[in-house]
């Protein structure tokens, strides 16, 4: 089995000198940690190799050049780059993502451009994959690619990482092609984002644009389940917290103290961009010089802005403001022997980035959003026994877990002044103890853990989806249940109802049966070997009324009720206790929540939430059950919840229990039973071994079989 990276750039760049091609390997935080991944007999990494070439000698002699290294290219022209990279990819996922709506630009020869490259992708991918191998997706410029790989390669499995902001659902729905953008993703078995806050407005993007459910982390989506989670990236930790050990990077550091002076630094390091808060943070430290004089020659900014994009408008004006917005400061500030902001509109080497960490007083990593910020953890990790204070926006990622930095709303400039005034003041014990806990915490999440959790996980939903597919009724397992039901002498088929036998509805009246189904259950009583039973939630009137006629044993309201041979039992005697506190409590929820509606039965009340919207569903659920536990404890009644209901009933039956009685009513050689509803797994479960358990619908881990709901008149019809 081979693991298959694939994300936009390779870790590499190609380049040609004197009719030589140059590989330069960029050892980032990702190629270090995919780099630690056991296991697997091969890791290939597909990706644009950053050259543009029409000659198709050149692209095989890259090729070539590439293959002896596990990486294969995708070759994009420049068009392609311009459109699908700089166009869909930056200029309208990139600040829909991070909050800037308004710079989105749209153009339809973008989104065009982006799927004609996530189809390159696949293409180039299907030629090496086999059946088996893994392959993990890289971030938002191939969104598109999980589907299209699933669709074109059977027996993979497929992950995908966003490594930037998912936005809220209000948001993201701006997106005009938001429909196609969450199938692609879907296609993959496991999805990561950096935090829970991004996972969670994914799942809340699945549902309000595709109407699909989620079980906590678990989506159901065309006979697969697929994770969502949440997996932080972390640095190398050990390469960073031991750099200032490197006497080359001690002598920068000496190098820079002697030429930055003795008073204190502040550092804040970037690459050019608008969600990074450049401005307001120069705004911030303005602020802090202003308001207090008696720190002006005693601490200094030093501002990294590493260049990108700078030939595109919005980038080029933003650097222009950088520029004259530090000019003004130092203008304003500066003294013969003290510069308040020193900046570098450059990236710096390895060593002396470390360098800077090393003797920084203070980092300022202030982003309007940011996916993880990584360079918060490195400034951590470098800091090693010395004081050091973070001052971090809560808008990054990293803020979730280093929550002893000290935490700032980015937009707000007076809490970057007054974090810097704080930082001033704090004392070094203090700075210490707060560094030692962030550093416990980088050294955990580093980032070959970041690596190894998402493929241990990915490799676990890949079993569970292998059981789920074998759990599917295929050709040859129809076969064996078709000859089990044709030898059996007598036979108990147990049938659930809503969503069973036919489709669930928002409104519960409008499901009712139609002629085929009528049809089919009148051929199955027909038989005298059958004895079949419709066992619901529904009660014995309802019942009664569509099926009373056609000869069939009939369960109401959970087991509650039976009829056998014509009439009705009731199989408790416990009836529903009137109790004005339990009344009111779910009255007020069905008030409260649009949509909703409550039905009272003989044994039970049940509060129906399957067409009110999504969230102030969850939320009114647990408040229910919240209210009810008290009353229901002292009328000694069950809560029991269900496929977009709760129920609460009077205890001592449910399906499993009526299971169990119709077991017992006679010498069954072929029992089966169908249901697609938590309550049918108390069926599931007791039922022998042997029998033919089907969960319609999704998987189960009590039946024995799954089935899509709009199978099951065709297979009872093939028992025939």
């Not at 960029?26 to 991944?37: F, M, N, R």
């Not at 000698?57 to 311009?82: C, M, T, W, Y």
């Not at 808008?395 to 980015?410: F, H, Q, R, Y």
């Not at 569509?546 to 087991?559: D, K, M, S």
């Amino acid at each position: 089995m081979a693991l298959y990276i694939i994300s936009n750039r390779l870790p590499l760049k190609v380049s040609k000198t004197d009719n030589e091609y140059v590989y330069e390997r960029s050892e980032g935080g990702l190629a270090t940690g995919l780099s630690s991944i056991q296991n697997f007999a091969e890791k290939k990494w597909i990706g644009w190799p950053g050259i543009f070439s029409d000659n198709e000698e050149e692209k095989e002699e890259i090729r070539a050049g590439l293959l002896s290294e596990n990486f294969h290219p995708v070759f994009l022209s420049e068009d392609q780059i311009r459109d699908y990279y700089e166009g869909y990819s930056n200029s309208m996922i990139w600040p829909l993502c991070h909050y800037f709506y308004t710079y989105i630009q749209y153009e339809t020869k973008f989104w065009k451009s982006y799927q004609y490259v996530n189809q390159l992708f696949c293409d180039e991918a299907v030629k090496i994959l086999k059946p088996g191998d893994m392959v993990w997706i890289q971030d938002y410029q191939l969104m598109l690619l999980p589907a299209l790989l699933r669709e074109r390669i059977e027996g993979i499995s497929i992950g995908y990482f966003h490594h930037i902001p998912f936005p809220s659902y209000e948001l993201f729905r701006v997106l005009p092609e938001r429909a196609e953008i969450l199938k692609g993703l879907l296609g993959a078995d496991l999805i990561g984002f950096h935090t829970h806050d991004y996972m969670r407005h994914f799942i809340s993007a699945a549902y309000r644009v595709l109407g699909l459910d989620s079980d906590l982390d678990e989506i159901h989506y065309n006979d697969r389940v697929i994770h969502v989670d949440a997996f932080p990236m972390g640095i190398n930790y050990d390469l960073h917290h031991d750099a200032i050990l490197d006497k080359t990077v001690q002598k920068m550091a000496n190098q820079f103290r002697q030429n930055f002076g003795n008073h204190k630094l502040a550092l804040s390091v970037d690459r050019l961009d608008y969600s990074k808060g450049i401005l307001h943070r120069l705004k911030g430290f303005s602020l802090f010089l202003e308001r207090h004089p008696e720190y002006r020659g005693k601490v200094s900014l030093v501002m990294v802005v590493v260049p990108s994009r700078d030939k595109v408008d919005r980038y080029a004006d933003l650097k222009t403001k950088i520029d004259e917005m530090i000019g003004a400061v130092n203008g304003t500030y500066s003294s013969l022997d003290w510069r308040p902001i020193y900046y570098f509109y450059h990236g710096f080497p390895f060593e002396e980035l470390m360098a800077l960490y090393h003797i920084a007083n203070f980092a300022l990593v202030t982003p309007l959003r940011d996916g993880m910020n990584l360079v918060a953890k490195e400034y951590v990790a470098v800091k090693r026994d010395n004081p050091g204070v973070l001052i971090l926006s809560e808008m990054a990622g990293v803020a979730a877990e280093l929550k002893e930095a000290l935490i700032i709303n980015p937009n707000d400039v007076e809490e970057i002044e007054a974090a810097l005034l704080e930082a001033m003041l704090m004392p070094e014990p203090e700075q210490k103890k707060r560094m030692l806990k962030m550093q416990k915490t980088v050294s955990k999440q580093s980032v070959n853990k970041w690596a190894s959790d998402f493929v241990t996980e990915l490799n676990e939903i890949k079993m569970k989806n292998f059981l789920l597919q074998n759990k599917k009724i295929d050709i040859k397992s129809l076969k064996q249940i078709i000859e089990q039901y044709k030898r059996a002498k007598k036979r108990l088929l147990i049938l659930d109802y809503d969503g069973t036998l036919v489709p669930i509805m928002k409104l519960p009246e409008l499901a009712i049966p139609e002629d085929q189904l009528m049809q089919t259950l009148k051929a199955l009583a027909a038989d005298k070997r059958n004895s079949v039973v419709i066992s619901s939630g529904r009660d014995a009137d309802f019942l009664d009324k569509w099926f009373g006629e056609l000869g069939l044993n009939l369960a109401a309201e959970h087991g509650a009720f039976y009829k056998a041979h014509g009439k009705w039992i009731e199989n408790s005697a416990t009836t529903f206790p009137e109790d004005d506190e339990l009344s009111n409590i779910m009255q007020q929820i069905v008030d409260k929540t649009p949509g909703s509606r409550l039905e009272i039965k003989k044994t039970s009340m049940v509060w129906h939430y399957r067409n009110c919207d999504k969230w102030l569903a969850d939320l009114r659920e647990k408040q229910l059950i919240h209210a009810l536990m008290m009353p229901c404890a002292r009328l000694n009644l069950q809560i029991m919840r269900g496929t977009k209901v709760i129920e609460v009933k009077t205890v001592g039956f449910n399906k499993g229990t009526e299971a169990v009685r119709l077991m017992e009513t006679d010498d069954y050689d072929f029992v089966m039973a169908m249901g697609d509803d938590i309550t049918d797994e108390d069926m599931f479960h007791v039922l022998p071994a042997e029998a033919v358990t089907i969960k319609v619908g999704s998987i189960s881990d009590y039946a024995r079989f799954s089935m899509p709901q709009h199978d099951t008149i065709n297979f009872l019809n093939s028992l025939m």
